[in-house]
């Protein structure tokens, strides 16, 4: 598979711009915003060319152990500060 971009120097700083304008003009709140308009922007200028061989994937662990109970201790490990 290869990915090719569309996108044109101009769209960047068309794109640029407009999230500038909202960073500003929203003091910084509408940062969400703009990385939701970039992302957007990314994903419709990339275009994948070649067949995926659905038949060539596979598994990366094949002995996949379950670490629920560990990452459970993790998150119940909280240390207080006095």
């Known amino acids: 598979m290869r990915m090719k971009s569309t996108a044109t120097g101009g769209g960047f700083w068309g794109l640029f711009i407009v999230n500038l304008f909202i960073l ?14 970039t992302m957007n922007y990314l994903v419709q200028h990339i275009e994948l060319e070649g067949e995926i061989d659905l038949s060539e994937l596979q598994q990366t662990e094949d002995a996949y152990t379950d670490a629920t109970g560990e990452d459970l201790s993790d998150m119940l490990d909280i240390d207080f500060v006095f």
């Open 24 to 37: 500003i003009f929203t003091l910084g709140l509408g940062y969400a915003f703009v990385v939701t308009r």
